[in-house]
C-alpha cells in the first residue's frame, strides 16, 4: 500500500489564512487585556486610552465572527472536529460577554481572557489540522 500527498486544495489555503488572521486577533485581544495593568502603572493617561470601551466592541466584533467563520468553516468542511467548534463558540460569547460589560467589570475583563484564549486554541487547532499533509491511499 503506498501513500502519496495530495496538493494542497484553494479551500485548504483560504482557511489557513482565516485562522492566521484569526489567531492573530484573538491573541490581539488577549495582549490588549493583559496590557492594561502594565500601562497603568506606567502611563495613566495612555491606560485611559486604551481602557475605552470602544476597544472592547473593535476586539469582539473582530476576533469573534472571525473565528467563528474559519472554524465553523473548517469542521463542515469535515477537516475540523465538533469540540474545536464548542471551544471557538464559547470563547466568542465569552469575548462578546466581556466585551459588553453585562458581568462586572472584574468578571468581565476575566471572561475576555478566557474567551480570547479559547480562541487563540481554536485557531491553533484548526491551523495544526491544516498543516497536516493529507494522506490519500493509492
Do not use: K
Not at 15 to 37: D, K, Q, W, Y
Not at 72 to 94: K, N, Q, Y
Not at 102 to 111: C, E, G, R, Y
Amino acid at each position: 500500500m503506498s501513500q502519496i500527498v495530495e496538493p494542497m486544495p484553494r479551500s485548504i489555503a483560504r482557511e489557513r489564512t482565516l485562522n492566521f488572521v484569526g489567531v492573530t486577533a484573538s491573541a490581539a485581544c488577549m495582549a490588549h487585556c493583559l496590557a492594561i495593568p502594565v500601562v497603568a502603572l506606567l502611563a495613566p493617561l495612555a491606560a485611559s486610552a486604551l481602557m475605552a470601551d470602544i476597544w472592547h466592541f473593535v476586539f469582539a466584533g473582530l476576533a469573534a465572527p472571525l473565528a467563528l467563520f474559519a472554524v465553523i468553516a473548517h469542521v463542515r468542511a469535515g477537516r475540523g472536529s465538533w469540540l474545536t467548534m464548542a471551544l471557538a463558540i464559547a470563547g466568542a460569547a465569552l469575548v462578546v460577554l466581556g466585551a459588553a460589560h453585562v458581568l462586572s467589570h472584574d468578571i468581565s475583563h476575566l471572561a475576555s481572557l478566557i474567551g480570547g484564549l479559547s480562541l487563540v486554541i481554536a485557531h491553533a487547532i484548526t491551523l495544526v489540522q491544516l498543516t497536516r499533509p493529507r494522506m490519500a491511499n493509492s
